[in-house]
């Protein structure tokens, strides 16, 4: 484990694998760093990777009051320790919070996102109107489990009688241990999860080269979502991975971004 300071101070802590071009990965809600770790040694063959815990979750520290541009500037903290620049993906939420970062002008030579979970039409229901405020109260009334439970089933849309079978996994004690973090993703995504057509704002002012990925196997709300913002960014593509959902196999998922990251 390595770190670096982000601006306010608050303690950011990642691993780096391998060698060559550096490459940030970014994870989504719930996720710390060791989510990434199967993925970062795919990848450490062909680049300098870079994993890291996003503030309030596993080694990082946390400041408070939060605020999405200073995990933007957690994010340039990383770029700035891999050189000045770097290669960027994003996972779900972490998508999102990549392509806002990139729209304030960080050194971002490439971006990649899988399926940031945006809700743009009426192919599912929209998350609650106070779905950040409520988050809040829970948190605040030390509610964890009960957090956790409200965006699995509002956010990421399981249905009810499925979560009581989740609650019993494995990951489900871990996800709630980062619970004090789901509104902080909840800030990062905005009003993305209306069910209205996402604006050309301010995705359109990406300059980097941007590839938006979805997984032929996901339900069809994020796969509108992805396909929409495709069209936003000046120079960006569109790939879908036939076969897979919102959490793709690492053998499909790196050839596709070491072609992306790799080309000229």
Same mark, same amino acid.
């Given at each position: 484990?390595?770190?670096?300071?982000?601006?306010?101070?608050?303690?950011?802590?990642?691993?780096?694998?391998?060698?060559?071009?550096?490459?940030?990965?970014?994870?989504?809600?719930?996720?710390?760093?060791?989510?990434?770790?199967?993925?970062?040694?795919?990848?450490?063959?062909?680049?300098?990777?870079?994993?890291?815990?996003?503030?309030?979750?596993?080694?990082?520290?946390?400041?408070?009051?939060?605020?999405?541009?200073?995990?933007?500037?957690?994010?340039?903290?990383?770029?700035?320790?891999?050189?000045?620049?770097?290669?960027?993906?994003?996972?779900?939420? #972490?998508?999102?919070?990549?392509?806002?970062?990139?729209?304030? #002008?960080?050194?971002?030579?490439?971006?990649?996102?899988?399926?940031?979970?945006?809700? $743009?039409?009426?192919?599912?229901?929209?998350?609650?109107?106070?779905?950040?405020?409520?988050?809040?109260?829970?948190?605040?009334?030390?509610?964890?489990?009960?957090?956790?439970?409200?965006?699995?089933?509002?956010?990421?849309?399981?249905?009810?009688?499925?979560?009581?079978?989740?609650?019993?996994?494995?990951?489900?004690?871990?996800?709630?241990? $980062?619970?004090?973090?789901?509104?902080?993703?909840?800030?990062?995504? #905005?009003?993305?999860?209306?069910?209205?057509?996402?604006?050309?704002?301010?995705?359109?002012?990406?300059?980097?080269?941007?590839?938006?990925?979805?997984?032929?196997?996901?339900?069809?709300?994020?796969?509108?979502?992805?396909?929409?913002?495709?069209?936003?960014?000046?120079?960006?593509?569109?790939?879908?991975?036939?076969?897979?959902?919102?959490?793709?196999?690492?053998?499909?998922?790196?050839? $596709?971004?070491?072609?992306?990251?790799?080309?000229?």
């Amino acid at each position: 484990m390595e770190t670096v300071v982000s601006k306010d101070g608050t303690i950011i802590a990642f691993d780096r694998y391998g060698g060559g071009p550096p490459l940030i990965l970014v994870s989504g809600a719930t996720a710390t760093r060791a989510a990434e770790t199967s993925l970062a040694e795919t990848m450490s063959g062909d680049f300098t990777v870079l994993s890291y815990d996003r503030r309030g979750r596993g080694d990082s520290g946390d400041t408070l009051p939060y605020a999405v541009e200073r995990e933007m500037e957690d994010l340039e903290a990383l770029i700035n320790e891999a050189g000045g620049s770097a290669f960027v993906f994003g996972h779900s939420s #972490g998508g999102v919070l990549a392509l806002r970062a990139a729209t304030s #002008g960080l050194e971002i030579l490439k971006l990649a996102v899988y399926e940031p979970p945006f809700i $743009v039409d009426n192919s599912r229901t929209s998350v609650p109107d106070d779905y950040v405020a409520h988050l809040d109260q829970l948190i605040a009334e030390g509610r964890k489990d009960d957090a956790l439970e409200y965006f699995m089933t509002k956010a990421v849309g399981i249905p009810e009688e499925y979560i009581e079978q989740m609650k019993a996994a494995p990951f489900w004690e871990m996800s709630e241990s $980062v619970a004090h973090t789901i509104p902080y993703d909840g800030r990062v995504m #905005g009003n993305t999860m209306s069910g209205k057509p996402l604006s050309k704002e301010p995705w359109d002012s990406i300059e980097a080269p941007t590839l938006v990925i979805d997984g032929g196997a996901s339900e069809a709300w994020m796969r509108h979502g992805a396909r929409q913002l495709a069209e936003m960014p000046p120079d960006s593509q569109h790939v879908t991975l036939e076969g897979q959902d919102h959490l793709p196999a690492n053998e499909v998922l790196a050839p $596709v971004l070491v072609e992306f990251f790799g080309s000229k």
